[in-house]
């Protein structure tokens, strides 16, 4: 994939630029010496040839490696002979704050914008695209601060990832490092490593979490709940409809809605009932009147309509209709 050199504006709420220190690099072989003696070993292929310039500022909080760095276009890869000769497998996080890159890792490829942000693993074979004028800000950290990545790390690897709150917060300590004219002591720098790195944790845990798959049993609610809001206005749907829409025996049906608590007809009941409720307090639907909205609903008559709507809310269709209107 090609990444478009040109730079991106950050969108409103992402991370905060910054400006890298550090040393100038004017060589693709001194970028080379530069990232692998700071980071670990790589192989670094630059996009304009000879033509190439790089800063990077870096530092050690305890057991994390932090830099700040911008560069024109190239490429870095860790190889697989690189990879599987490393003595320790680590977490790199990296947050974009200028320009555009590509990660990819596994099966998983990602384009990140300005206010993104990617990790990926040591221990296995990557490869990140610069485009020009790319500015990002990258921790390397044990992969233990993570205490189950094991069971999910191979699902967030070279995703792109929106900041959060925690994200964010990482972020602001690894940048607070380089901005501090304090001189913490060792104790003091490994305290702020951890710290970032328990934010960092919080945040996979979280996103690994919304990428769990469903199991068979959420699949099969979620899917039921969709067939139902679809047809409401269904007078004969019922548990042997609902059966025969989901491919299940009535008895599956059955088991799935004492998940919810009740019964198909009751859940078909009441979500018709709500679905009434929410047009009777509706200004757009003044004209029509309740037993027209009653009949487009499923229900057979406006009298056993209303019985079943008092029951539920307390009051009747017309006594709701004027007091929400």
């Known amino acids: 994939m090609i990444i478009?050199?040109?730079s991106q504006p950050a969108p409103p709420g992402a991370v905060l630029p910054f400006?890298?220190?550090?040393?100038?690099?004017?060589?693709?072989?001194?970028?080379?010496?530069?990232v692998s003696q700071g980071f670990l070993?790589?192989?670094?292929?630059?996009?304009?040839?000879?033509?190439?310039?790089?800063?990077?500022?870096?530092?050690?909080?305890g057991s994390t490696r932090l830099a700040l760095v911008s560069s024109q276009a190239h490429a870095v890869r860790r190889t697989d002979a690189q990879a599987e000769s490393s003595e320790q497998n680590h977490l790199k996080a990296l947050w974009l704050t200028g320009g555009r890159c590509e990660v990819e890792q596994g099966g998983n490829r990602s384009v990140l914008d300005a206010g993104q942000w990617a990790v990926y693993e040591t221990g296995r074979p990557?490869?990140?695209?610069?485009?020009?004028?790319?500015?990002?800000?990258?921790?390397?950290?044990?992969?233990?601060?993570?205490?189950?990545?094991?069971?999910?790390?191979?699902?967030?690897c070279a995703r792109a990832f929106e900041a959060d709150p925690a994200s964010r917060a990482a972020f602001h300590t690894l940048l607070s490092t380089f901005e501090s004219v304090c001189a913490a002591g060792e104790a003091g720098f490994d305290a702020v490593g951890r710290a970032m790195a328990m934010l960092?944790?919080?945040?996979?845990?979280?996103?690994a979490g919304a990428l769990q798959p469903l199991d068979r049993a959420d699949r099969r609610l979620r899917d039921v709940r969709r067939i139902v809001a679809a047809r409401?206005?269904?007078?004969?749907l019922g548990p042997r409809e609902l059966a025969e829409a989901m491919h299940l025996s009535l008895r599956s049906v059955y088991a799935l809605f004492r998940q919810l608590g009740t019964t198909p007809a009751g859940y078909i009941q009441d979500a018709r009932l709500d679905r009434c409720k929410a047009e009777l307090?509706?200004?757009?639907?003044?004209?029509?009147?309740?037993?027209?909205?009653?009949?487009a609903h499923g229900f057979g008559d406006s009298a056993h309509f209303s019985r079943l709507f008092k029951a539920r809310f307390?009051?009747?269709?017309?006594?709701?209709?004027?007091?929400?209107?």
Do not use: K
Not at 49 to 57: K, M, Q
Not at 200 to 207: I, K, P, V
């Open 4 to 6: 478009d050199s040109r």
């Open 19 to 34: 400006t890298p220190g550090g040393h100038l690099v004017t060589s693709p072989g001194a970028w080379l010496d530069a």
């Open 41 to 61: 070993p790589l192989e670094v292929e630059p996009a304009h040839g000879r033509d190439f310039w790089g800063r990077i500022d870096s530092r050690d909080l």
């Open 126 to 156: 990557y490869t990140i695209r610069f485009a020009d004028d790319s500015r990002f800000a990258v921790a390397l950290l044990p992969i233990e601060v993570c205490a189950d990545w094991c069971a999910f790390g191979q699902q967030l």
């Open 200 to 207: 960092l944790s919080d945040s996979l845990t979280a996103r």
């Open 232 to 236: 409401l206005d269904d007078p004969a």
């Open 281 to 295: 307090a509706d200004p757009a639907r003044r004209r029509r009147s309740i037993t027209e909205i009653a009949l």
């Open 314 to 325: 307390g009051e009747t269709p017309s006594a709701w209709r004027q007091r929400a209107g």
